[in-house]
């Protein structure tokens, strides 16, 4: 049985547990419904993308050296992000749900037996936010959008890295405390339309074995030891689903709420790496798409000239540890103590900032989802002539005509920046009705309330108006062939 102090959903503050109303519950649907609560179930998401990462690999390190011409770059950097930013839009973290990664875990998990625990004193943020910071980071510098040997091998560390941490430890660490995406994913899907919930909180209450944390015999409880009745965000869920297969009464729901509800409910642990995760996952969208455009090398080479260093990588770091970590802390911090100032509260500066945060999720989503959004939206179709290819190379040409090197777009490109326009719009929107709903929340009086949320409100404009400058200016086509004219 996992120790109850584990269980890193349990409430930190005294606001009741929230839980969406289970009106409309996916898994009560007639037959997609029995789909995601069969046995295997799962496994029908996860096999095709085993397929996949399989040909990835395969290509990644046999097939053309040209990135727009490579299954493992096209489908990385184009189609994966793309559609990972829709999918969580549209319901939630079903990538993780389809992970082809966990698939070697059952082998692990008979491995490691009654293997050991995560140390305590990793069990937070930390370990993610440095391996998500360390990515953007070796993605730039490595330039691995732009080598299908490298994206290749970035697959195999996944799942060797997934399959090492599960061997040796009895739980799910790796996507948890540790993978990059799943913490990309996570931050991300609190926005989502669906969360996992009870139906019954009484059943629950009365539940002698608690199988949806615990496990069953016909099932694995939750591998990111998620306890379902204390379930209020979707932080940490990988939407696997083992926690409905294994409720011996069948109350677990996938539960439709407003999109992005728990950030108004005081749902999240007021803990400092709770919140630099959202901060740096804000900060970093700005980041990513600045390291696209020219002014990004005209900084470059000024600080190249400037401070007299001549290696990328040391030059990289400067820039991206300024934006994706001394400027998330920085603002942050100067932010929730000058909002504790202006409203005169005596609370720690953690609570102040906790507050918050959650108020960034919605533009930072609109952020990134406005960026791959457009590099999916103008590369989409590339996966078309890069599979006549792929089926050229290996002497599989059924139809028998050349690649189409010309087909990529999938919008025009006229549609795309009044899109990014409005996504935005949409996202800041959100980002201020949330604050709003905050404010209202937690100070009775409307002015103070209002003297609460301003420096805030400055944060999210800043961010807004500088991702709408990146957008704004000529992108790299990263993934995509470039056609002179
Ligand atoms: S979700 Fe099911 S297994 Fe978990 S506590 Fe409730 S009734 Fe028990
Ligand atoms: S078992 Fe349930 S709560 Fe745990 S990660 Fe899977 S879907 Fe989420």
Same mark, same amino acid.
């Given at each position: 049985?996992?120790?109850?102090?584990?269980i890193?959903?349990?409430?930190?503050?005294?606001?009741?547990?929230?839980?969406?109303?289970?009106?409309?519950?996916?898994?009560?649907?007639?037959?997609?419904?029995?789909?995601?609560?069969?046995?295997?179930?799962?496994?029908?998401?996860?096999?095709?993308?085993?397929?996949?990462?399989?040909?990835?690999?395969?290509?990644?390190?046999?097939?053309?050296?040209?990135?727009?011409?490579?299954?493992?770059?096209?489908?990385?950097w184009?189609?994966?992000?793309?559609?990972?930013?829709?999918?969580?839009?549209?319901?939630?973290?079903?990538?993780?749900?389809?992970?082809?990664?966990?698939?070697?875990?059952?082998v692990?998990?008979?491995?490691?037996?009654?293997?050991?625990?995560?140390?305590?004193?990793?069990?937070?943020?930390?370990?993610?936010?440095?391996v998500?910071?360390?990515?953007?980071?070796?993605?730039?510098?490595?330039?691995?959008?732009?080598?299908?040997?490298?994206?290749?091998?970035?697959?195999?560390?996944?799942?060797?890295?997934?399959?090492?941490?599960?061997?040796?430890?009895?739980?799910?660490?790796?996507?948890?405390?540790?993978?990059?995406?799943?913490?990309?994913?996570?931050?991300?899907?609190?926005?989502?339309?669906?969360?996992?919930?009870?139906?019954?909180?009484?059943?629950?209450?009365?539940?002698?074995?608690?199988?949806?944390?615990?496990?069953?015999?016909?099932?694995?409880?939750?591998?990111?030891?998620?306890?379902?009745p204390?379930?209020?965000?979707?932080?940490?869920?990988?939407?696997?689903?083992?926690?409905?297969?294994?409720?011996?009464?069948?109350?677990?729901?996938?539960?439709?709420r407003r999109?992005?509800?728990?950030?108004?409910?005081?749902?999240?642990?007021?803990?400092?790496?709770?919140a630099?995760?959202?901060?740096?996952?804000?900060?970093?969208g700005?980041?990513?798409?600045?390291?696209?455009v020219?002014?990004?090398?005209?900084?470059?080479?000024?600080?190249?000239?400037?401070?007299?260093?001549?290696?990328?990588?040391?030059l990289?770091?400067?820039?991206?540890?300024?934006?994706?970590?001394? @400027? /998330?802390?920085? +603002?942050?911090?100067?932010? !929730?103590?000058?909002?504790?100032r =202006?409203t005169?509260?005596? %609370?720690?500066? &953690?609570?102040?900032?906790?507050?918050?945060?959650?108020?960034?999720?919605?533009?930072a989503?609109?952020?990134?989802?406005?960026?791959?959004?457009?590099?999916?939206?103008?590369?989409?179709?590339?996966?078309?002539?890069?599979?006549?290819?792929?089926?050229?190379?290996?002497?599989?040409?059924?139809?028998?005509?050349?690649?189409?090197w010309?087909?990529?777009?999938?919008?025009?490109?006229?549609?795309l @920046? /009044?899109?990014? +326009?409005l996504?935005?719009? !949409?996202?800041?929107?959100?980002? =201020?009705?949330?604050?709003? %709903?905050i404010s &209202?929340?937690?100070?009775?009086?409307?002015?103070?309330?209002?003297?609460?949320?301003?420096?805030?409100?400055?944060?999210?404009?800043?961010?807004?108006?500088a991702?709408?400058v990146?957008?704004?200016?000529?992108?790299?086509?990263?993934?995509?062939?470039?056609?002179?004219?």
């Amino acid at each position: 049985m996992i120790p109850l102090q584990d269980i890193t959903v349990a409430k930190e503050n005294s606001s009741p547990i929230y839980q969406p109303q289970p009106r409309f519950d996916l898994l009560r649907l007639p037959l997609l419904g029995r789909w995601l609560r069969w046995r295997w179930g799962r496994l029908l998401f996860q096999i095709p993308l085993l397929l996949l990462a399989l040909l990835m690999i395969y290509d990644g390190f046999t097939g053309p050296k040209i990135a727009g011409q490579n299954v493992a770059t096209v489908t990385a950097w184009v189609h994966y992000r793309g559609l990972v930013m829709l999918a969580l839009l549209l319901v939630g973290n079903l990538f993780c749900m389809s992970c082809p990664f966990t698939l070697p875990r059952t082998v692990a998990h008979r491995l490691s037996g009654n293997g050991r625990r995560w140390p305590q004193a990793l069990r937070n943020k930390w370990v993610a936010i440095a391996v998500l910071v360390l990515f953007f980071f070796l993605y730039e510098w490595l330039d691995l959008w732009a080598s299908p040997w490298l994206t290749a091998w970035v697959i195999v560390g996944y799942f060797l890295a997934a399959f090492l941490l599960e061997a040796v430890f009895a739980e799910s660490p790796f996507c948890k405390y540790v993978c990059p995406l799943g913490s990309f994913n996570f931050v991300s899907s609190t926005v989502s339309p669906f969360q996992i919930t009870t139906r019954d909180a009484e059943t629950c209450r009365t539940c002698p074995g608690k199988e949806c944390v615990n496990g069953s015999p016909q099932a694995l409880g939750c591998g990111t030891e998620l306890f379902v009745p204390q379930i209020q965000s979707n932080m940490d869920c990988v939407f696997c689903l083992d926690c409905a297969r294994a409720c011996p009464y069948d109350n677990v729901a996938l539960a439709a709420r407003r999109p992005g509800e728990e950030l108004t409910q005081g749902a999240w642990p007021r803990r400092w790496d709770m919140a630099f995760l959202v901060l740096v996952f804000a900060f970093a969208g700005v980041s990513n798409a600045f390291g696209m455009v020219p002014p990004f090398y005209a900084l470059e080479q000024w600080l190249a000239a400037r401070l007299h260093i001549t290696n990328e990588g040391v030059l990289l770091l400067i820039i991206f540890g300024v934006i994706n970590v001394l @400027l /998330p802390a920085g +603002v942050g911090l100067g932010t !929730a103590w000058l909002s504790r100032r =202006l409203t005169r509260k005596r %609370e720690p500066l &953690r609570v102040a900032l906790s507050r918050y945060t959650p108020t960034v999720m919605p533009l930072a989503f609109s952020i990134w989802l406005a960026h791959y959004g457009f590099h999916f939206a103008t590369g989409a179709l590339a996966i078309i002539p890069v599979t006549q290819n792929f089926l050229l190379d290996h002497g599989l040409n059924w139809l028998g005509t050349a690649p189409t090197w010309s087909l990529a777009a999938l919008l025009p490109g006229s549609w795309l @920046l /009044p899109l990014q +326009v409005l996504i935005m719009l !949409a996202g800041f929107g959100g980002s =201020l009705m949330v604050a709003d %709903e905050i404010s &209202r929340r937690d100070f009775a009086d409307r002015r103070t309330a209002m003297l609460s949320l301003l420096p805030w409100v400055l944060v999210l404009l800043s961010l807004a108006v500088a991702a709408l400058v990146m957008f704004n200016l000529p992108m790299e086509m990263r993934g995509t062939i470039q056609l002179n004219g």
